[in-house]
């Protein structure tokens, strides 16, 4: 019995030790589109016109800084190649994971891309005075086409992971809609309004990468520090290292980017 227990605490006391030896690093990238961005179209607003045209909506595929060319909503999710080994998931991240919340405001989903780790749940609220609709036609999770009322809220459980965003659509406002990637680890980010992610504490090792937008789907083609690249299906190999290892700035050229609007 004595020989078990210690037999036991030794594989504790490994355990602990090769956690607290794994290095932990940080992605970075800044994305930049490479042309004139294109004018984002009017939306449609055909019901409950009191409150929701007086906010002015447009289609929201394409966020750009006129000025700086910043892109935002572009998604850089980690995509482990099959028959790899799932990443471990930094400490920071197990403890009682916060929620992800996505609201029905001003006549629109917000944010417009939602990233979710399984350990997550997702809180759809609508802080509109209307009634709204959330679909979600899943792969993999279990679909959903609920109705909020205003002022309420529902919440999901999200167990499995989806390979790609799924949409998110109103069918009581047409012109709403929104992405969310359901992942089981938390190692994906959007960029904001200056281009600019990051992704906090993956495992050091080698890691291929998806960037993702949701006018072109995968992008495929760009510019890394001036340098021409392509990326097979989006995806792009990395190696972190302990601490921050920065992609540089990459440049998306405009007809990538909207290659699913022509």
Not at 12 to 24: E, R
Not at 124 to 133: A, F, L, R, T, W
Not at 213 to 235: I, S
Request: net charge positive.
């Amino acid at each position: 019995m004595k020989l078990k227990l210690l037999f036991m605490f030794a594989i504790a006391l490994l355990a602990a030790t090769s956690a607290q030896a794994q290095d932990w690093g940080n992605l970075k990238a800044k994305f930049i589109l490479e042309g004139t961005a294109p004018t984002p179209e009017k939306a449609n607003v055909n019901k409950d016109v009191e409150l929701c045209l007086k906010h002015k909506l447009v289609d929201e595929t394409f966020k750009i800084d006129a000025k700086s060319g910043a892109i935002q909503n572009v998604l850089v999710f980690l995509s482990p190649k099959p028959g790899t080994a799932k990443p471990k998931i930094h400490p920071d991240f197990l403890k009682a994971p916060s929620d992800v919340v996505l609201d029905n405001l001003n006549c629109r989903f917000t944010p417009h891309i939602v990233t979710l780790y399984t350990a997550q749940k997702l809180v759809i609220k609508n802080s509109d005075p209307v009634g709204h609709n959330t679909k979600a036609d899943f792969f993999e999770n279990v679909p959903f086409n609920d109705q909020i009322p205003g002022g309420g809220s529902i919440t999901k459980t999200l167990t499995k992971t989806e390979s790609a965003p799924t949409p998110l659509s109103c069918g009581s406002h047409p012109w709403m809609s929104a992405k969310i990637l359901v992942r089981e680890d938390p190692y994906a980010a959007v960029s904001n309004e200056k281009g600019e992610l990051t992704i906090e504490n993956i495992p050091a090792g080698k890691w291929t990468f998806t960037i993702w937008h949701e006018g072109c789907g995968f992008v495929t083609v760009g510019q890394q520090d001036g340098k021409a690249k392509e990326w097979k299906k989006g995806k792009i190999d990395v190696e972190i290292k302990k601490g921050d290892n920065n992609l540089g700035e990459i440049k998306i050229p405009v007809a990538v980017l909207t290659k699913s609007k022509k």
